[in-house]
Structure formats: C-alpha cells, structure tokens
C-alpha cells in the first residue's frame, strides 16, 4: 500500500513557499514589482482604504515605479499608466505615473501624455500632481508646458469653455502656468476672457457670448453649455427641461433625482429621451461608466423617478457587463462578504465617498457572472462560507480558502472558479509550505485537472492568496475589462503572466 504521508509530503513540496504576509500579518505571496504596479493602477484611487491611507498607497507606487525604472522596465510604467485609464477608466493614478514619467524619460512620456491626458479633468490632475512636487519637480518644466500648450491648441474655444468647470488648478491658473500663443483674434479674445484680461468682447466664441447674455438675462435660451456650468443659476422648469434634454450621458446618470426636483420628467416625451439615452449601447461605450456607477445611480433613485428610467438603468447594466464570459462547463464564484469588504470601493474621501462598497461590487461580479451562466454556483464567504442571506451578509474575518475547502470535502467539480476579494485572509493562516487557499486549491485540481482559478482584487494590494501560474489567474479592478480577461483565460488564450502579458502588448 503507498505511503499516504510521504506522497502528501511530496505533494505540499510542489506548493510554493509563502515569501510575504498580508496587511492582517498573515501568510500571502508578494506580488512580483510589475503584478504590483498593475494591480494599484487597476484599483488605487487615493481614498483611505480599509487597509492603507491614501499616502501610503501613494508611497508604495512611487516604490514600484523606481523598482522597475532600475530594472530597465521604464516602458511597463508607461504601459500600466494607459492600460489604467484606457481599460480600468481610473484618473488620478495614470495621471500620477504620466507627471512620474515627466522626470525620467521625454520620450515615454510624451507618448502616455497623448493617450492618458484625454480631458480637461485629467489635465488638472496631471498639472496638480506636478506641482504638490510627489514626483520630484514642483514646476511643469519645458516639455509638460509644452505638451499642455498643444494640448490646448488641439481643442477649439468651445471645447475649451465647456471643460473650464473644476478648480486646484482651474483651466485659467493652467493659462497663467503655461503661457500658450493665441493662433487667432478669436482665441486672444478668449483667452483674454478666461483670464479676467482686457479682450475684445466681439471676437469672443458663440457659446461664450450665449453664457454671458443667459446670466445678465439679455437671452433667454439655455446655452448648450455642461450642467455644471448653468446648476448655480436660478432656472425655470423650462430650461431645466432643455439642460436634461442635451445632457450628456454621464450627467444624465449623476443628476436624475435633480431633473426630478426640477419636474423635468413630468414631461412623458422627455422621460422617453432620458430613458434612450441612458440604455444607447454606444453612449455606454463613449463614457466608459463602471458597472457598480449604474448600480449606484439605480440605488440612489428617489421613489418618484419614473420606472421607464429606472429600468433603462437596468438595460445599461446588461450593456455595461457584456464582457462576462459565458462559458460552457461549471462555474463557482466566491465573493468576499468579511467585515473589511464594507468600505467604500474607491475609498474614503472627505465628502466625496462613493456609497458603494466592496461588498456591493462582489456581489455585482457574482450576479454579472450568474447572469451570463444561470447553473454557477455562488459561495459567499468569510470565516466559513455563508448561506445565501442577500439583506445581512456582511461581516467577519476573510478565509480565502473556505470555498475551496468546502468544494473538497463535498468532492465538488467546477472548470472555472472565481473570487472577488480584497485579498486579506488571515483566519485560515496557511498550512505547511504555503497559504490555505493554494494547498486547497492544489487539492481541488487534482480532482479537476483542467481547472482554472481567478482571483479579482478590487483594493490595492501587494499580496495574493494564490501565486500565478498556468492555471490561477490574478487581476485587479472593477470596470467591464476585468470580464474580458477573464474571459481570454477562461477559454486558454492568454499567455503565461496572463494579465500582464496582456499589458505588455500595449503599444506605448
């Protein structure tokens, strides 16, 4: 008869060693200097976290950025800076790796300057992480004003004067910054304008003079102008109705409870725009909305929002998440439900907070998943997996490897196995050689041998519970892109390092 105890030995010989513990001292695996980067630049927003301050996250992707640069790996900074804002939709963080590109390489960043700094948000961003000096320079310097001059001459007045709202830096302290040439009688009006300068009020843009008449109430027509820019102004149901008439998509999402204050949707043929516009696949598309923002923006409906607009939140969602791989073999996913997953995703901010947890965004993934594969199964968990209670999950120590060990004793089968988690288990607190939820893990794939395991972590870490390999995936972030990684991985298409081989195909 085999030696079952040596063969055991033999088998917890091929787990690798735990070579970190977690934020909870518990055993985990470091992630590798690029995994690192990639998962911060996927999930960071520089909020507090349940885990970290929003400056020690800030320390922590300066460190990895100088790891790399000594690595010669200065091209995968830039890689990661556009993949976070061209696939993960983030702001402040590809922003920060664009200014931290500013002062080691021209080349590189220039080339992330052109594909991160999309919007006059992103501008502000860039401009203010410049000069808080983070990045070892206090000043924009000759190539970040020269960048942001062409970038100004790139858009016209109209463009301009519509993105002006926002402060720290606002558009006009960026004027007074970089000092860019009008090309036109047109542009030295405005800028003139922007400046609170002499200007030759004539010369000035259209859309200018329309916001200038509306204010002073020579005109009575609501310009075409951001919400933003009219909100402050004491205006009629009638010009709220032509504001919610020719807004934009993601202004329409975050103002429905204001058009509904203001009895724009008293208006059936309006309710029936909104409702267009809100559901239009290629709106969705064009203002990159993460699935949880739309769970939010349903959540924070008033009772007395039409359910012709509440369910086009609903037909957005099903566009939002069309990425969820539907796969034909068994599917488990495992949300985290512990106490630490009730913090705010993006983190906490002092009057900005999103109200939407960690926890919503797991079960956001599971119904997405559930959705697209009726059969899966779904296990919650925290110390131990938890029965399906959808008013009072929430609470608890993490214990990563209780699904997988629950799938084991129950000698469960399953193809694909998926967990949204912030990554801190520490009530299981590893086994021999490695973490519990890899040794269970390695158990369940040998009943399985074609499985596949991936880890979603929706908080920066630098830690996973399970090591990458040929058949375990991780990856971080909360936008739809997550989905079709997956997805590649699900179906054997993604290279070995899975997702950051797919970063390293990014031109940059």
């Known amino acids: 008869m085999a030696n079952k105890t040596l063969f055991a030995s033999l088998r917890d010989a091929l787990i690798p060693r735990i070579d970190a513990t977690n934020s909870e001292n518990a055993p985990a695996y470091a992630l590798a200097p690029k995994q690192a980067l990639a998962q911060f630049a996927a999930t960071g927003c520089f909020g507090r976290t349940f885990y970290a301050t929003a400056e020690e996250q800030l320390s922590r992707v300066l460190e990895f950025c100088e790891v790399l640069a000594a690595e010669g790996e200065l091209e995968f900074v830039a890689k990661v800076a556009i993949y976070s804002r061209t696939q993960s939709f983030m702001k402040d963080m590809p922003a920060l ?62 463009a301009l004067f519509s993105s002006s709202v926002g402060q720290n830096p606002s558009l006009s302290d960026i004027l007074k910054m970089v000092h860019p040439k009008p090309s036109s009688k047109r542009r030295e009006a405005f800028y003139g304008y ?17 916001f200038e008449q509306f204010k002073t109430g020579e005109a009575t027509e609501v310009p075409d102008l951001p919400f933003t820019m009219l909100s402050a102004l004491p205006l009629s149901r009638k010009e709220w109705t032509n504001i919610a008439r020719n807004a934009s998509w993601q202004t329409t999402r975050m103002n429905l409870n204001t058009f509904t204050r203001h009895e724009v949707f008293e208006d059936s043929e309006l309710v029936r725009i909104v409702a267009d516009r809100l559901k239009d696949a290629s709106e969705i598309g064009k203002a990159r909305v993460f699935p949880y923002q739309l769970l939010a923006a349903y959540r924070n409906c008033d009772a007395s929002v039409p359910e012709e607009i509440k369910g086009a939140l609903q037909d957005a969602m099903e566009h939002a ?16 439900v512990s106490g630490s997953m009730s913090s705010p995703v993006t983190g906490y901010r002092a009057g900005s907070a999103t109200s939407v947890r960690c926890i919503d965004v797991a079960a956001l993934v ?21 029965p399906l209670r959808l008013n009072s999950i929430g609470g608890g120590g993490t214990n990563c490897s209780a699904p997988v060990g629950l799938l084991n004793s129950a000698k469960g089968k399953a193809d694909l196995v998926i967990f949204v988690s912030d990554n801190e288990s520490w009530v299981d607190q590893g086994r021999g050689r490695g973490t519990a939820l890899l040794a ?58 899975h997702w950051i081989g797919r970063l390293e195909q990014i031109e940059a």
């Open 97 to 158: 790796l664009c200014a931290w590109l500013s002062v080691r390489d021209a080349r590189l960043h220039a080339a992330v300057f052109a594909r991160v700094i999309d919007n006059a948000r992103m501008l502000r961003n860039y401009v203010q992480i410049l000069r808080s000096g983070v990045v070892g320079r206090k000043s924009l310097g000759s190539a970040p004003k020269r960048l942001v001059r062409d970038w100004l001459a790139g858009r016209d007045e109209d």
């Open 194 to 210: 922007m400046l609170g300068r002499p200007h030759e009020a004539v010369a000035l843009p259209k859309m200018v003079l329309q």
């Open 440 to 497: 269970e893990w390695s158990q369940f794939r040998r009943r399985n041998p074609s499985a596949r395991l991936v880890c979603i972590d929706i908080q920066p870490n630098q830690t996973t519970q399970a090591t990458e390999r040929e058949d375990i995936l991780n990856i971080g972030g909360f936008s739809d892109q997550v989905f079709e990684v997956i997805s590649a991985f699900a179906s054997g298409k993604l290279q070995p390092d």
């Open 321 to 336: 998440i069309e990425n969820v791989p539907s796969i034909q073999a068994t599917v488990v996913v495992c949300p985290d």
């Open 366 to 386: 599971a119904a997405a998943v559930l959705r697209k594969n009726p059969s899966a199964a779904v296990l919650p968990f925290e110390q131990a997996v938890v």
